[in-house]
């Protein structure tokens, strides 16, 4: 096997992968050499097309566990970039890489093998872990501290300012964002992606929560373990996320609520209120999916419903005929 | 007092804040030294739960003048880094503040005690009041003028081109972007947020307004003095904002429009058309905010309403069997 | 003529324009010295407000023209800044520009003439054509092809990775993405804007595309020729958009479907399923854009509609009085 390749454009030495029974029949006329597919569709696949297919419990498993194998990460080749500027206070673990333009600023700690791309900014006191990527372009805040192997996008920014302030007769009074951001270990955080500091006490990222880009994630939020959170989303401050929440794209939160262990939050939800563990909610105002549902189908009837209560209305307020 | 704290974690020597009656029992066995609550409430929170109470009228004011007193900003170390770039012919108030990787273009003018972060970019011309605070990778393209104590986080872009095109057959032409940006004092600008220039005259951001995170201004835009922006607004084109409107997170504008002085706009609404002073509206596209309540409360009742719409006209139809 | 203003507040030596019928009383009292106007209001005009006029068929074209003419960009005045990082083994064009700040990475091309802004960061072995002016604090990630003429607005992110994960009992497992982008000819691409990677083959956007501030698009998308699309919008992974696609701002797909070509989206929307070609769509989820308009029209006439049917099944309950 040389590569790995979409169905459409696979030829002789590829790997290919079919997620599911929808997929099959583009095995048809596939010039690749080998198959991977569901367990249960394997021997059928393989009759089928000829071509050899190897069987997984789970497609999905499989392609990141070989893409793995087929591109590892290179390993960055350069320490310290002559071009980068680190602080005299700032300590770096063993085999840490910092591009050119980055700065490491004050008393900031890097830990073993992370990687630190350039115009990157460590701000003071900092604490990284081990094996973290962050990319180009990054702002941490002081006051953030990230577990190890994180995944920071180009361009994100962590521990910016809560939006918070006081209103004095027609003007803002800003009040201070002294508290933090703690970022767990395996974390994804997506470009252009927002993570801002808390007031008092420390915005929580949990550990193996994955977050798209260019969301925004407000002061004190507490976001669980493994949580999902799809692109543009809006976290409004104080929201908590218990464990195992998928948000799709765009949704929005009221704010000081907690959402569930493991709800489903569909895209462009507007969540406002409490959501108990396990829910599968969609709309703005949100709904249980299955009521929302119900009722986007019948939106569509709601003009032709007017017309007909108005004949209705029409014919009781008629002197009957009959 | 040592510290200021929330009141779930507070131990011995903390201060903590009571904002309204409802966190009131919350003091409950909490082992702050000192509570602030609201004057009303201060007399009976000493009663019920011992702690030593100042009344004050706003407790999110005197949030806003504790946090300044207890956490003061540390002031900037040092002048202009060696790693930073200064052309020539930029002007550098006193006390100014350049941080490594930062680039200052020609002719640009930084007022008095105003830092400029790690990786921020002030263009040719630019002129920037004093004691701003400009943090990293912030963008400055020329032709923008910011005024005095503004604050523009990690990541923000002020001045690029707005988004105009003219349509020759199936392509575009675009049209040239020549206005500007124009800031006034005490403006707040959140991460990765994004201020157009104008195509002809400038955009405008009033003084005292503050814009959270991932917000996008678009060209020509006027936003008056006081507005409260949250974060993933998007304002079209040429609309204004006169003074002291609020808009939630995640509203859209559809430009060429103007939203009267202290309206306030729920989260996620989409603006279309004029908004006289002071509405309170809501929804997409959007309602009076009373008339928007009674709709989405109706909502989920539409799918049974069609079910008894439906019952009403058999029994309409039905020959009469009394 | 000197220069070129706005209707209301231009001067002796100015040009304006008068885009439509609408904006032509504007003219009264305006003491610009000359007006284009669209042909057919040209006679008129000149015989109402006394002004010279020039009657051209689109005046969005002709400011187009105009401006360009009034406000020729600045030729880059230097070539590559001794506080630019340029890998040896990276190739520059002639008369190619970097800033200060910025890094071109090991094995990367840029193309003739093109201009690479302060602090931003074009990753090993990229391409990209001539003329291109990347603004500053843009992210390439490698894996990326750039075609001629692209501008790039600063924070802009390129080729971070696509959200992708196989989920293992509670965790995520990382899907690497493998593939990259593929820009053309003549694109724009919006301040803060992220295009993903694909994951084994590459995410594309066709020439002539223009991409507004704050966009997301995701891995695999296609993109066709000269489409539009405003800020703040999401496309979730593969979706398909066919030639000259309009996308208001705030839209959001599904993703794996296809937008047929020149359909035209409104801003808020959320589109699921295929869109067949020269659709005109509205509404989350989206519709027929003329039913959708006579959905919203029905929406507020909703809680009133409850009470009427409310009081039709009252009166079919009560004996007949007749």
Redesign the interface.
Known sequence: MTS???LD?ATVGDLVFVVDQKRLAALAGCEASVAIVPAELAAAAHAEHGLPTIGVA?P??A???V??K??PLAPATHGV?A?A?VAETAVLGDGVVV???A?I?TGANVGDRTEV???T?VGPDVVIGADCLL???V?V?PGTTIGSRA?L???A?IG??G?G????A???????Q?GGVRIGD?V?I???T?V?RGT??DTVVGS?T?I???V?I?HNCLIG??C?I???C?L?GSTVLE??VVMG??V?T?GHQVIGAGSMVA??S?VHGDVSAGSVIAG??H?DVR?WR??????????E??R??RR??R??DEP?E?
């Open positions: 790995v390749a979409e454009r789970d999905y498993l392609i990141a566990a893409l793995e087929f591109y970039h071009g500027f591009a050119a333009g700065v600023d791309g350039a115009g900014y990319h180009q372009n702002t805040y995944l996008h180009a361009g920014v910016a300012d939006f302030f006081a209103r004095a027609e003007e803002h009074m800003k009040i201070p002294v395996d994804e997506g470009a252009n927002c801002d008092l006490s193996g994955k798209d880009n260019l925004q407000g373990s493994n999902t799809c692109a543009l809006g409004s464990d195992g794209g765009n929005g009221a895209a462009k507007g703005m105002p709904l009521v119900r009722v986007v189908g019948a939106l569509a009837k709601l003009p419903l007017l007909r209560v209705i209305e014919r009781l009957h009959e």
